[in-house]
């Protein structure tokens, strides 16, 4: 029917099992077949409000099916064709013009079109428009080369509007309480200091830490810091403005003056430090303590001095460098020198982004290398021992097509305002492998079109056969990573739009340039060139010349190519696939190691993530983090701050503060307060007044005792910038108060940020609330679960959608479920191999779902194409594994080879990413090559039994 010279399509070989069977040539009305003989030598179609009939010439009926399973019903016509040519004649049997016929089956076409559903709809046209878009790319690629490197290269000059980002703040969930508590704290205190800490231990000594010359030592590291003038100019300052608030530390206790300390014994240390643990909470400074008899501290195992400096955007350079070239270098020097009598670990505020950003640098080349691997192993399934026939050059420009879709998708993201994060760079290796993908499915179709073809016809052919599984798998990547951009998370939404924007443009440089590169490279081997090396002719009598060109009564020495053959080890699997006792298992087997992964990975799976594992092994910062888990676990600061309006001259306002102060001391894990204007400006009233500020205080003395309290050099000090006054009422304050965090227990610090906030607002009347920069990280623990089941669904459901247009029902629903065993598999692989449920491991399940329907959507789209043709359930799947498989694995082992060298990673972050990775290729190529198929013969006997019993 698609022919203009009378011929039929050429499209349309034999195949062994049916050797002159098309199935669904024409698709009517029931109400159109005028007769339906069941062996006859002519069938006439009548077409109604026309004289015009449709004489099939020459043909045998071979079987008639109307399946009535919802209405209006369908009818096919399957034929076997006698002769090479459909007539086309009217009711005088006047044979028609070619316009007439192209008219005609046109109106048929549209007369049918309700009847048929979308994915047939699509099947019909996408063929015929990837076909005419292949011509035409292949009769000019040239010209679509250089207009695809215009546009892609005016696109990628976004880039220089790009803005780079490595914000911690975009990993954190902003519509959570934490986030909403965090920036009510921003916008009414300011942004919250930098510290910078150090910790020295002792271990072999009498007295440990507490031993005179160690804090001597740690005393004169601390001056040498605190004595320069970049430190006065930086650091916190208290209430006045004019000077540096007192670090954190034991050494408080000697007024951080050498000469005092010097000129104590041992013996006047360990009274000093006793008889100070009412002003210093000690469990913050000291650890690993040590007492006598009588509870008194003898020694202690570790000190530590914590140092905080503002945190103002417009110094950060000049805090950078502070911290740096003063801070760490001092530390460092001072560890160096007292190596042999005691350890000193340092930490500044940058000292973790900058060892996660080293251990990213260490794995870049790793990455490189994992890209080297795909590229290679690209260019040895193109290689050929024929230099002519061989296309390593054709396979290389994956990296010409990458850099391309990058370029554009890293531009339109630069003019969309989207940052650019770290995580973003991994793109590049998810386009990696949807490239090399499509690239081999591409390339098997051309090789398998007949080379006696024009190279336009080749080319146009080729993409009319995969150019919808192509776009199937492209339009479910993007819908993928569209729904993963809607997770609560900038760093995660910012990546997947950057890689759904970069699957779109790597789809489109496939279809176009990388096409017109396909077919310079057809017309290099007809040329006699060499791979590689194209302008250099091979010096042999032998000729290749490009069918269909004009003047084809030429001479020509010719020599006739074959097209590949299929390889017979994927012809041997897809036989043996098929074998009834294969078949059943496969599926017991996959039922089984399914039901057990599904089993450990719902059931065992831990989620967080562990502070240390984005750090490069052996830094210097991990060790810091165990030192102080080891002695102090992780003290840290609850802010309390009060919303409503306090005024101090109202007892119900007093006693509404007092009762929140106190659920808050009650909780086991707090330690004291380290900042309370109430508690001081009480103790100061009861000194004052000789009576202590409750109930019966009146309301003119507790005013005029605020006033006064609120006038004195201790409160103008430490309280000035805690209270926020309007007029003779507080509009909002702040209380500090240390605690213990279970760093190493995430569930329990969950249980403790909620008792925290209960604790800060009992009444729930939104009086005060409960604050600490953990609880950002916590809410996001606590949504993780909630996160991955709504964006795993949301991206099912919106690929099963996708695939309802492309493949029908039956096979949509088989995709989908091949899919959710795919991300179960890799849950439980997560919960054997202990890797943890975070956003990390979250933006990879997402990957998955699209990485998924690549490996299965190539065999479904194969199997769906190879039916249409009227193959049986049996044919259909070895024609899909054997043409489809090949490339399916080609792109699958590809990705994993690159998988396998992140193995060789130092760094945790990069380990985990190697794991999943390797699972969802492993199961994605398992569940798609071998599982897949045998769900769909099982589906289609069972359909083709139907349809017999139906008959």
Not at 725 to 753: G, P, R, Y
Request: with cysteine.
């Amino acid at each position: 029917l698609n022919s203009k010279r009378g011929m039929c399509n050429p499209a349309l070989r034999p195949s062994d099992d049916h050797p002159r069977v098309i199935r669904g040539c024409l698709r009517l009305r029931r109400s159109h077949i005028a007769a339906l003989p069941k062996e006859s030598a002519a069938v006439t179609v009548s077409v109604p409000d026309r004289p015009t009939t449709i004489t099939i010439s020459k043909i045998k009926v071979v079987k008639y099916r109307a399946i009535f399973a919802r209405e209006p019903a369908r009818a096919w016509i399957d034929v076997a064709l006698d002769s090479d040519c459909l007539r086309f004649a009217d009711a005088e049997n006047r044979e028609l013009s070619e316009t007439e016929r192209e008219k005609l089956v046109t109106e048929l076409k549209a007369s049918s079109t309700a009847l048929r559903s979308p994915s047939e709809m699509l099947h019909d046209v996408l063929p015929r428009l990837f076909r005419q878009l292949g011509r035409s790319v292949a009769s000019r690629p040239i010209a679509v080369i250089v207009v695809m490197l215009v546009i892609t290269l005016g696109l990628t000059s976004g880039v220089l509007k790009t803005e780079l980002s490595n914000n911690y703040e975009n990993w954190y969930p902003q519509k959570s309480q934490a986030w909403k508590d965090y920036t009510l704290q921003k916008e009414r205190f300011g942004r919250y200091n930098r510290t910078n800490m150090f910790l020295v231990e002792e271990t072999l000594g009498t007295y440990g830490a507490l031993e005179k010359s160690v804090l001597e030592t740690a005393l004169t590291l601390h001056n040498d810091i605190a004595d320069r003038d970049d430190f006065r100019s930086l650091c916190e300052k208290d209430a006045t403005g004019n000077e540096c608030k007192p670090s954190l530390s034991i050494l408080s206790l000697w007024s951080y003056n050498s000469t005092v300390l010097s000129m104590q014994s041992q013996g006047d240390i360990l009274s000093t430090v006793n008889a100070g643990a009412s002003t210093v909470l000690l469990d913050a400074v000291i650890g690993g303590m040590t007492r006598d008899g009588s509870n008194a501290i003898t020694g202690a195992k570790a000190l530590q001095v914590i140092m905080s400096i503002q945190d103002v955007v417009a110094r950060e350079d000049e805090i950078l460098k502070f911290e740096n070239d003063v801070f760490l270098a001092k530390c460092d020097a001072s560890s160096a020198a007292n190596a042999n009598s005691h350890s000193t670990y340092c930490n500044s505020f940058r000292s973790y982004s900058d060892e996660s950003d080293r251990a990213i640098a260490a794995d870049q080349n790793l990455m490189m290398y994992a890209m080297m691997l795909m590229i290679a192993y690209v260019a040895v399934v193109l290689a050929r021992r024929d230099l002519v026939e061989s296309k390593v050059l054709l396979g290389l420009l994956i990296v010409v097509n990458v850099g391309l879709s990058l370029g554009v998708a890293f531009g339109l993201c630069g003019y969309l305002g989207i940052p650019f994060t770290q995580m973003s760079m991994m793109c590049i290796f998810i386009i990696m492998g949807v490239g090399i993908d499509d690239m081999f499915i591409l390339t098997d179709a051309f090789d398998r079109e007949p080379v006696s073809l024009a190279v336009e016809d080749r080319v146009g052919n080729a993409l009319g056969e995969v150019g919808g599984s192509i776009t199937l798998t492209s339009v479910t990547d993007f819908l993928a990573f569209s729904i993963g951009s809607m997770i609560d998370l900038p760093a995660v939404s910012y990546f997947c739009v950057t890689a759904a924007i970069a699957v779109l443009a790597v789809f489109i440089v496939q279809i176009t340039f990388f096409a017109a590169c396909l077919a310079l490279d057809a017309r290099r081997i007809l040329s006699n060139r060499y791979d590689v090396l194209p302008c250099i002719l091979r010096g042999s009598a032998e000729v290749y010349v490009e069918r269909g060109v004009e003047n084809d009564e030429k001479e020509v020495n010719m020599r006739e190519l074959k097209p590949k053959g299929t390889p017979s080890t994927i012809a041997k699997f897809a036989d043996f696939l098929v074998r009834p006792w294969v078949s059943g298992s496969v599926i017991l087997a996959f039922a089984i190691v399914g039901t057990v992964m599904a089993t450990s990975g719902l059931t065992t799976l831990k989620k967080g993530i562990k502070i240390t594992d984005f750090l490069p092994e052996g830094s210097y910062v991990g060790t810091y983090f165990a030192k102080r888990d080891l002695y102090f676990g992780e003290i840290d600061t609850i802010e309390v701050i009060t919303k409503a309006t306090i005024d101090p001259s109202s007892p119900q306002d007093r006693a509404l503060l007092e009762s929140t102060l106190s659920e808050i001391e009650a909780l086991d894990f707090t330690v004291g307060w380290s900042s309370c204007w109430y508690n001081s400006w009480s103790e100061w009233h009861t000194t004052a007044y000789s009576s202590a500020l409750d109930g019966s205080t009146s309301m003119s003395d507790a005013r005029a005792s605020f006033d006064a309290w609120l006038a004195t050099d201790d409160a103008k000090e430490k309280f000035t910038n805690d209270i926020i006054l309007d007029e003779s009422v507080i509009t909002t304050s702040k209380l500090q108060m240390l605690f213990l965090f279970s760093t190493m227990d995430t569930d329990k610090a969950v249980v403790e940020m909620y008792a925290t906030r209960e604790a800060a607002d009992p009444s729930g009347s939104g009086f005060a609330l409960a604050f600490n920069q953990n609880f950002l990280w916590m809410e996001r623990f606590i949504t993780i679960d909630s996160l991955t089941v709504n964006t795993l669904l949301g991206a099912l459901a919106g690929v099963f959608v996708i695939c309802l247009f492309f493949l029908g029902l039956s096979s949509s629903l088989l995709v989908c479920s091949v899919v959710v065993l795919i991300n179960l598999n890799i849950v439980g692989l997560m919960a054997l191999w202990d890797v943890r449920l975070n956003v990390a491991s979250l933006v990879i399940l997402i990957l998955s779902v699209g990485f998924s329907v690549d490996y299965s959507a190539h065999i479904a789209e194969g199997y769906q194409v190879a039916a249409a043709k009227g193959l049986p359930a049996e044919a259909a799947v070895k024609v899909s594994v054997t043409e489809m498989g090949v490339s399916v694995m080609n792109g699958g082992v590809s990705t994993l080879l690159a998988v396998v060298a992140l193995s060789a990673s130092k760094s945790e972050g990069f380990v985990v990413l190697f794991k999943m990775f390797l699972g969802m290729v492993t199961f994605g190529l398992l569940h798609g090559v071998v599982l897949l198929p045998v769900l769909l013969l099982l589906t289609g006997k069972a359909r083709d039994r139907w349809c017999t019993k139906a008959e």
